[in-house]
């Protein structure tokens, strides 16, 4: 089993950045696609980005295509999402997760087992 935690939220202009790390415990994050989420009040989970075990591979939404990056160091445990030129829309509960299965990073949310405990990104127009 494996432990996530996010951090990096925060409040932001509109405009701004922002970088969000995902650290992982309890086991090798290597073995793991990665993905980020994010939902925001009254609305589902949807799929932000997502990143395959060896870094090699990566998939974005089309909201965060051009703005967000999705990155992972295994030697260190972590995954990162940089997010530039916020915008209002992008204000939600990010989250994290690993999926132990999938070669290839995914958009469905089903195909995540860990979860990390969310960060929130507030991003002011």
């Known amino acids: 089993q494996v432990q996530l935690v996010e951090s990096g939220g925060g409040l932001v202009q509109a405009g701004g950045s922002l970088r969000l790390s995902c650290a992982a415990s309890g086991r090798t994050l290597s073995r793991y696609t990665m993905g980020w989420f994010r939902q925001a009040p009254g609305k589902e989970r949807e799929f932000v980005a997502a990143?395959?075990?060896?870094?090699?591979?990566?998939r974005y939404a089309d909201s965060a295509k051009g703005r967000f990056t999705i990155s992972r160091d295994n030697a260190n445990n972590t995954v990162s999402l940089q997010m530039n030129s916020l915008k209002s829309e992008d204000t939600a509960v990010y989250y994290c997760?690993?999926?132990?299965?999938?070669?290839?990073?995914?958009?469905?949310?089903?195909?995540?087992?860990?979860w990390g405990q969310g960060t929130q990104v507030t991003v002011s127009s």
């Open positions: 990143i395959s075990r060896s870094g090699g591979s990566t």
């Open positions: 997760a690993a999926d132990t299965l999938g070669a290839l990073p995914g958009e469905s949310s089903r195909a995540y087992e860990y």
